[in-house]
């Protein structure tokens, strides 16, 4: 039986992966990037059975970071994201809500650095920076569970955006090409936006590999 079970929800405008992940054997549960619906995101936690623990965040895009205040005060639990998100997460201007009339400053209470290993929920965890969509977008790697949360970083035959406050095309390559590098084809992969895909599936088609 595996230790993980994954739970996702698509919330807001623009339909980003919010995802549950539960430690079954302590139902202890990691909620990563709560975009918006806080409402929709307490129910796949009550519908999964589990207590989360900590919010992680991906990086600060509006679409990521909309409920992070509501479900951090339902459940009292601590936000990660990457040290180098520290600026575009308390700046509305940079995260987008201000653009979208809903402005907000998040500040992280546990800031992570590049191939940093800490445990969470009973899971092993390794951060891994990968600037490009953001400065500080990161993803988060479970090696015991070989499950890879990349946020905008890495999707389905792609990658995120590059046009944003901190973006950078050149750094968002050299991104990917490091994930693919460090990581075992038999990986799945977690992406912010559309659906699931495999280490292995993107070293053999992803167009900017």
Do not use: W
Request: net charge negative; glycine share 8%; aromatic share 6%.
């Amino acid at each position: 039986m595996k230790q993980m079970k994954v739970g996702q929800c698509r919330v807001g405008m623009v339909r980003t992966n919010c995802y549950g992940l539960l430690n079954t054997k302590t139902n202890e549960m990691i909620l990563v990037d709560p975009g918006d619906s806080p409402d929709a995101i307490a129910s796949m936690a009550e519908q999964m059975g589990g207590q989360p623990v900590a919010i992680f965040l991906t990086h600060g895009h509006y679409d990521h970071i909309l409920a992070v205040e509501a479900v951090k005060e339902k459940y009292q639990i601590p936000v990660y994201a990457c040290r180098k998100e520290e600026e575009l997460l308390k700046d509305p201007q940079l995260n987008l809500t201000a653009m979208i009339h809903r402005p907000m400053s998040i500040r992280p209470d546990e800031m992570v650095e590049d191939l940093e290993e800490f445990t969470v929920a009973g899971f092993q965890i390794q951060a891994i920076h990968t600037p490009g969509h953001t400065q500080g977008s990161v993803c988060y790697h479970f090696p015991k569970e070989k499950l890879l949360v990349s946020g905008d970083t890495l999707f389905c035959g792609s990658v995120g955006r590059t046009d944003l406050p901190t973006g950078s095309g050149a750094q968002i390559v050299e991104s990917l090409h490091r994930l693919l590098e460090m990581l075992s084809e038999d990986t799945d992969v977690l992406p912010g936006h559309e659906s699931a895909t495999t280490i292995g599936y993107e070293k053999r088609y992803n167009p900017f590999v």
